[in-house]
């Protein structure tokens, strides 16, 4: 349809003006009539939801980011720990606190077997103010490897040592001293931590004094055992209800804890 202008009175014109979509200017062209229903869409249309896939990854990729950020704070790669080891060790500690089941939240104790035994990888980390608190050597089970342990088991009579979650309970005195017992919160992966006896203790083949005479740490027979000298300090900073983490990078216990994945 063709607007002629010159056909139309002043007034008319104005009203037309007032109404009409802006004319290239000195021209009786046809002029388009703009799209109306393409512009209506644009503008109500509603946003396209997040799949549960993407709402996983953007909650997994923020926690990532929560957790490196301590770990930068805290200056941990100086210290040797593995970041995945305190990642993994976080998101567990954090769901035990929401699910009850660990008491005393103001430490969070790690073990990183990713490391040689030759290293100092166990770490005692203060949670209200963000520092280590304890960092010391730690054996591994005499079956689970040599200078780095490979190799993990939950049952009875195996000499190695078992991944996961734990918490801390009760202190006694036993063959090695001062001990502390620790509860396995794992079932099929560290449950039978009582029935084994795997406890933290005190052991002379563990230590800056072993290692002046020998190439690694000693091992124990399961239990994550300690300095001698600094076991006593260690097991009254977390005794009663604090989480216990023993990492490694084991694809099979990573994928199969509930405690990380559920």
């Known amino acids: ?28 062209e046809e002029v388009k ?3 109306v229903t393409a512009t209506s869409k644009m503008e109500f249309r509603a946003p396209i939801p997040a799949t549960a896939m993407e709402i996983v990854k953007s909650t997994a990729e923020a926690f990532a980011s929560e957790a490196m950020l301590m770990y930068n704070e805290m200056n941990l790669k100086k210290l040797g720990l593995s ?14 606190v929401e699910r009850g089941k660990v008491m005393k939240d103001q430490v969070l104790s790690i073990c990183d077997f990713s490391q040689s035994s030759r290293r100092k990888r166990f770490y005692v980390i203060d949670m209200e103010e963000k520092k280590v608190l304890i ?21 009875p009579e195996s000499h190695k040592s078992s991944l996961g979650f734990y918490v801390t309970g009760n202190t006694y005195y036993g063959s090695h001293g001062l001990a502390l017992k620790i509860e396995g919160l794992e079932k ?21 004094s072993f290692l002046a005479r020998s190439p690694i740490n000693g091992r124990s027979f399961g ?13 009254q900073t977390i005794k009663d209800g604090s989480c ?19």
């Open 83 to 96: 970041p995945k080891a305190f990642e993994y060790a976080l998101k567990g500690y954090k769901n035990l």
């Open 1 to 28: 349809m063709k607007r002629t202008y010159k056909k139309m009175s002043f007034g008319v014109l104005l009203c037309f003006l007032a109404v009409s979509p802006v004319i290239s200017a000195g021209t009786e």
């Open 188 to 208: 099929n992966i560290n449950d039978k931590a009582d029935e084994r006896n795997i406890v933290i203790h005190g052991s002379n083949y563990v230590g800056a």
């Open 135 to 155: 960092n010391t050597w730690v054996a591994h089970g005499r079956n689970s490897g040599g200078e780095f342990a490979r190799s993990f088991s939950n049952s």
């Open 223 to 235: 239990c994550p055992a300690l300095p001698q000298k600094e076991t006593g300090k260690v097991i």
């Open 33 to 35: 009539e703009p799209d």
């Open 244 to 262: 216990l983490f023993i990492y490694h990078p084991t694809k099979n216990y990573i994928q199969k804890s509930k405690v990380l994945n559920g």
